[in-house]
């Protein structure tokens, strides 16, 4: 039977294989958001659209006994605008099955990647200007038809 060790907590819990490693955290009374988040985690999953709040990353120390990481997860713990460095070891604990032993720390803290925030930001301006160039243009249009201007 695996054991998840949650080292910050000094938990220790007897799992069956395949158990959700967040499933187990909330039972045990372990805490896998930071206050803000406690309240404010949005998990969305309305069939095609599902957008997960990416707010339960955990690191492993000991994770050989888990699932592998996907793309997908790696990008929601790296963040959408304010982007940070992640490792092999950070994991969405919703995301992981724990097959085997496995030590964790919850709420571990994560370095900004500074560059890939700065770029996520830059388009997120240029998607902005265009987006205000764009309704001033049909605002132009608009006005115009109606013999405002
Ligand atoms: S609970 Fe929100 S991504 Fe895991």
Sequence with gaps: MPAIHFLDDHKILDVLPGTNLRAAALKAGVHLYRPFQRVFHLNINLGALKIPCGSDVVELIDGKG????????ERLISGRIIKRKVGPQHRLACQVQV???VSVRTIPKL???IDETKRSLGFLAA???FTALMVLTFAIMALDLIKVL
């Design 66 to 73: 888990v699932n592998a990481r996907t793309p997908d997860e």
């Design 99 to 101: 097959n085997g032993d």
């Design 111 to 113: 370095e900004l990647d």
């Design 127 to 129: 998607l902005g200007i």
